[in-house]
């Protein structure tokens, strides 16, 4: 009896706490462009066949624990000896391996489609913006305006956006959920990602690859404009802000945290991470300038135990002598 | 000597500071325990220089429940820091040392050795044969093991713990951004453990191929011996992938190599690649054993032959040969391309179809069988839910498009841990209530172990369902903490109180364990669950020596057979002849200590040291060549006064005909 109680309270909770859960609507359900739309397509249709699945072997599941259960009047009841039934055996082969099929087939229309300007906004010019991971701050250029940003970027509604990425040092993961998924930011590498927004809207974005202390608030903005007002914006960033130079971008990507920073101007006048022979300003080299020779260990000044005060304090990579 | 003395060891955080004194009190409390026990000799020569596959086996277990009592309070502490948005009970260099340590301890010192001390035990007993074909190796692994895990755990006191997660990527996991020497013993730790993983892996296949009873074909091997070959060969096929890798990461961090350093021209990517050409086929050797497991108890407990057994094997082995072509999955988003995540969409999503096989063969094997509801059996049937939750988000995963919104986030995490909690350690729960007569000579509580059972599984299902829609709403897996104005606070709350109910479910299982060496009845049949297969026809607990009489099978669930047919259960005084054992050696804990003593040098980049103590493994691989000494015997007259002894009681089937 107890027992009973208790489970139903124990099931009240649980209904209040799922129920709150899917009314938040959650963020791959509520797509804001074409590339998220895909992909939910692609979730609901394979939702579908698996619920199917689970409905089906939990079906038999039950019958099967049910019926066959041992009970006081069939203990002396022997099983018979099957060794199989080659048959339904076929069946339960060839169905999932047909599934496999049906899922893979708009999966992998999916995988093209992605890599492309969606459809309907050929016509529209995209832009090219080219993303750089830091420890812990997304880095945004707008090669074209010469613009760059600190952990926000704003773009037009209904253009497409090819995102070029690329890291100044760990690896990253760029994801806007609600325009569309996610792809890696390597350093001396580069990768693409194709992202639209339907509507104007603030979109959270974020890193999902884990990168060091500083990665839980490696966030972004991503804020869709209509035209008029990215113009606008343009503008205002091109007589506004300040001039961004060799030492304050070195200074930028320190292991720290930012807020929103934004400059005339972009580092790839110096430097693009993306090219497999850039060597300079990546973030190891701040600590090869301070050491001596690449590889040696980084002992001592650089333990674990200062990062605490590397992310509080900028100055923090400062204090290394020469060895 | 590049550490600072006053940092040797981790100060300034009160948990840490708990841990260590608890370490200091537990370890005097065993010393001061054996002492007045007057134990010591007692543990040399039973324990730490045995060579029984039993002995082994029970070490490889216990070992493996403390290191589940070690990663789960890791997750405890991660769940507890993630309960409420915005939580300081961790800062984020201890929650990344955290979750680091959970995932390594939780596949490599947990699921390892609890399936590999499953093996140890019953694989030569189900098999027919007197121990594993090179008993002084198979001990030799576990000390490695030993060795491995105790130098990774010691890393939270001293020196402090890797913090790049178990699949400590580059560059990240470098120096350059990883300067503190915890993740040298990641490198380091690893290695040594791996080693005695390989050579289990190869005197398994050894003792699969070569020692099987006379009769034993291969196609009547009971399914549990089918997985662990095939796992066993899976090892020896993945392991020195990883080998190599922690090699060439060793160089990388202690030497100033570049193979993996980004800024020294080395390739990141490739420790991604290395690490999953590892890490995927590491996940099937963990899970096949336990796929084993389930298929004799449900057919112990359905009374019926597994159905479909020779589908079940071939589904096996495509499971193993798909295995080790799907690694891109776990990186789709590194950019490949869509011809490269198509292909390996295909295999990933292919890997589902011996899954269903397998699933189905369970079902009908329970269909027309009369189940018995005993605690193996609960959680068996439990597994089949809760795994086909974990097996289909992990086809939805597959999906390369789709994984694009499902990469790294808590959707992933709950995936994997559907598919390992019920896959491995319910498997493990299973096999240890099952075989446990045959380890102890009792039973474990069967009303404990229902408390054990349900409070387990209601609170896995409370910690890790939620995360689902986490993951789906953008929470990221390895953050320390979140926003309240995310609205994740209630799911990871819900989720928090889970692990408190999974928690106080394990609880019930040490609990269980510590009341069943007291009370629990020892005067049981040496077949207490009417069972099918050879492990069966040995005494509980089983004589050193296995079998008086090597047993001669001549089918599938020979054990069974034998019983219906009474055949090959009695033995008489002139069948037992004397018997031909290995002795036990030191040599293989003697590697164990100078493995962790050279091993714990070179993660504290002291070479000269490090080199004179691995002068010590020169000297015992040497000592073991020149080792003349070829066993003992166990005379027939003593083999008569024990199988005397247990055979012959009232309600066992087997007799003893003077």
């Not at chain 2, 190796?137 to 000390?143: K, R």
């Not at chain 2, 106080?504 to 099918?532: L, T």
Request: charged fraction near 15%; proline fraction near 5%; include cysteine.
């Amino acid at each position: 009896m107890k027992m009973k109680k208790l489970s139903i309270y124990l099931f009240a909770i649980i209904s209040i706490f799922l129920l709150t859960g899917c009314e938040t609507n959650m963020v791959v359900f509520n797509p804001q462009g074409p590339n998220a739309e895909t992909i939910l397509g692609l979730i609901n249709w394979s939702l579908l066949w698996m619920a199917i699945v689970i409905i089906v072997v939990m079906g038999m599941f039950i019958t099967f624990i049910w019926k066959y259960r041992e009970r006081p009047d069939n203990m002396d009841y022997e099983p018979p000896e099957e060794h199989g039934n080659t048959k339904w055996e076929i069946i339960w082969t060839a169905i999932p391996f047909l599934i496999v099929i049906a899922l893979l087939i708009p999966n992998i229309q999916a995988l093209y489609a992605l890599e492309e300007v969606p459809e309907g906004y050929e016509d529209k010019e995209p832009i090219t913006i080219h993303v750089t991971g830091a420890d812990w701050k997304w880095i945004f250029s707008y090669p074209e305006e010469d613009i760059e940003t600190v952990n926000y970027v704003n773009i037009p509604e209904d253009t497409p956006i090819i995102f070029k990425m690329t890291s100044a040092g760990t690896m990253q993961s760029f994801w806007v959920p609600a325009l569309g998924g996610q792809k890696y930011a390597m350093a001396k590498m580069e990768t693409e990602l194709i992202l639209t927004a339907d509507n104007p809207g603030s979109y959270m974005g974020k890193n999902s690859n884990f990168n060091g202390p500083g990665y839980a608030e490696m966030e972004f903005e991503v804020l869709a404009q209509t035209q008029a007002e990215y113009d606008e914006w343009v503008e205002e960033v091109k007589e506004r802000a300040p001039e961004l130079t060799e030492e304050k971008y070195i200074e930028l990507l320190k292991p720290t945290h930012l807020g929103r920073l934004t400059f005339n101007g972009t580092h790839l006048q110096w430097i693009n991470h993306a090219d497999p022979n850039s060597n300079s300003y990546t973030n190891p080299q701040l600590y090869y300038r301070e050491h001596g020779y690449k590889g040696k260990t980084f002992d001592e000044e650089d333990n674990y135990k200062n990062a605490d005060e590397m992310i509080e304090n900028e100055h923090g990579g400062d204090s290394h002598h020469e060895h | 000597m590049n550490i600072k003395w006053d940092e040797f060891f981790v100060t300034g955080d009160p948990l840490i500071l708990g841990a260590q004194i608890s370490i200091v009190l537990t370890m005097v409390g065993i010393i001061a325990l054996l002492t007045y026990l007057k134990r010591w000799t007692w543990l040399w020569r039973e324990w730490l220089t045995t060579v029984d596959h039993k002995r082994i086996g029970i070490m490889y277990i216990l070992s493996g429940v403390v290191m589940f009592f070690r990663g789960g309070i890791d997750g405890l502490m991660m769940k507890a820091q993630t309960a409420v948005p915005e939580n300081e009970f961790l800062n984020a260099q201890h929650y990344n040392e955290v979750f680091t340590t959970h995932g390594v301890i939780m596949i490599l010192f947990m699921a390892m050795p609890l399936l590999i001390g499953i093996m140890n035990v019953i694989i030569p007993l189900q098999i027919g044969a007197r121990d594993v074909a090179f008993p002084q190796l198979n001990a030799l692994s576990f000390w490695l093991f030993f060795s491995g895990a105790m130098l990774f755990n010691i890393s939270f006191v001293i020196g402090g713990s890797p913090d790049a997660g178990w699949t400590s990527y580059f560059p990240m996991a470098g120096k350059e951004f990883s300067p503190s020497i915890g993740n040298n013993y990641y490198a380091i730790a690893i290695q040594i453990a791996g080693i005695g993983t390989l050579i289990s892996g190869i005197n398994f296949i050894v003792t699969i191929l070569k020692m099987r009873t006379k009769g034993m074909t291969l196609m009547k091997m009971p399914m549990f011996s089918w997985t662990t070959l095939i796992t066993s060969i899976i090892i020896v096929a993945a392991f020195p992938i990883f080998t190599v890798a922690l090699a060439l990461m060793t160089f990388d961090r202690l030497f100033g190599a570049h193979f993996f350093t980004v800024s020294g021209g080395g390739m990141d990517m490739l420790w991604a690649n290395l690490f999953w050409l590892w890490g995927h086929p590491e996940v099937y050797i963990v899970v096949l054993p336990a796929f084993g497991i389930f298929s004799e108890i449900v057919s112990t407990f359905s009374r019926k032959r597994l159905f479909g057994y020779t589908s079940m094997v071939i589904a096996v082995a495509g499971i193993a040969f798909l295995s080790m072509l799907v690694w891109v999955h776990h990186f789709y988003t590194m950019g490949s391309g869509p011809a490269v995540n198509s292909v390996f969409s295909l295999t990933t999503m292919l890997i589902a179809v011996p899954t269903g096989i397998k699933m189905f063969n369970w079902l009908f094997t329970m269909r027309k069988g009369r189940i018995n509801f005993s605690t193996p059996m609960l959680w068996t049937l439990a597994f089949i839910p809760c795994f086909l939750i974990g097996g289909t988000t992990g086809v939805m995963l597959a999906m390369a498009a789709a994984d694009f919104q499902y990469h790294n986030t808590l959707f992933l995490v709950a995936h994997f841990h559907y598919t390992l909690i019920p896959g491995v350690v319910f498997a493990v729960f299973a096999a240890l209530y099952y075989w446990w007569p045959k380890m102890f000579g009792h039973k474990l509580n069967e009303k404990i172990g229902k408390w054990h059972f349900w409070l387990f599984v209601i609170g896995f299902n409370f910690t890790f369902f939620p995360m689902f829609f986490l993951g789906l709403d953008g929470a990221v897996r390895r953050s320390f903490t979140y926003s309240a104005e995310s609205g994740y606070g209630p799911l990871f709350l819900l989720s928090a109180i889970g692990s408190a109910v999974l928690a106080i479910g394990f609880a019930m299982f040490v609990y269980n364990i510590y009341w069943s060496i007291r009370h629990a009845d020892r005067n049981i049949s040496s077949d207490p669950w009417d069972a099918r297969t050879l492990e069966w026809a040995t005494a509980s607990p089983v004589q050193d020596y296995n079998f008086a009489k090597l047993p001669e099978v001549k089918t599938l669930d020979a054990f069974w057979h034998m019983k219906k047919d009474n055949e090959g259960l009695t033995i008489e005084d002139k069948e037992i002849k004397d018997i031909h054992m290995p002795n036990n050696s030191g040599i293989p804990f003697f590697m164990g200590v100078v493995f962790t003593v050279a091993g714990f040098f070179l993660v504290f980049e002291w070479y000269i040291p490090a080199a004179i103590a691995s002068l010590g493994i020169f000297a015992g691989l040497i000592i073991r060549s020149f080792d003349y000494n070829d066993g003992h015997h166990i005379h027939a007259e003593d083999v008569r006064k024990v199988e005397r002894k247990w055979r012959n009681r009232k309600g066992e089937v087997h007799k003893h005909v003077g």
